[in-house]
Nanobody, 115 residues
Framework: QVQLVESGGGLVQPGGSLRLSCAAS????????MGWYRQAPGKQRELVAA???????NYVNSMKGRFTTSRDNAKNTVYLQMNNLKPEDTAVYYC?????????WGQGTQVTVSS
């Protein structure tokens, strides 16, 4: 069974940083585009950032310059470094793996930005 396990969420003050990790198992990790999504209460899930199998990254405009995603294929892990966090970044953050019609989701990790 494919597993995507996120970690690194928590409570942080505005302006602070967090690094999320997503460890994948039972997929050929290097072939997958890995994405980060988030869902705030009462809102739809939205894309935050993604990194392709070739290492190309893309970000939602509002996250550019604050968030950075990277991958380590040797560890089957994708990361999301989040800096200068704002209260509006509060959400559950989900890891996503996609390769063609194969799409998998993690269980999510809560990020709360509050003073």
């Amino acid at each position: 069974q494919v597993q995507l396990v996120e970690s690194g969420g928590g409570l942080v003050q505005p302006g602070g940083s967090l690094r999320l990790s997503c460890a994948a198992s039972r997929i050929t990790f290097s072939l997958y585009t890995m994405g980060w999504y988030r869902q705030a209460p009462g809102k739809q899930r939205e894309l935050v950032a993604a990194v392709t199998s070739g290492g190309d990254t893309n970000y939602v405009n509002s996250m550019k310059g604050r968030f950075t995603t990277s991958r380590d294929n040797a560890k089957n892990t994708v990361y999301l470094q989040m800096n200068n966090l704002k209260p509006e970044d509060t959400a559950v953050y989900y890891c996503n793996a996609k390769n063609g019609y194969r799409v998998y989701w993690g269980q999510g990790t809560q990020v709360t930005v509050s003073s």
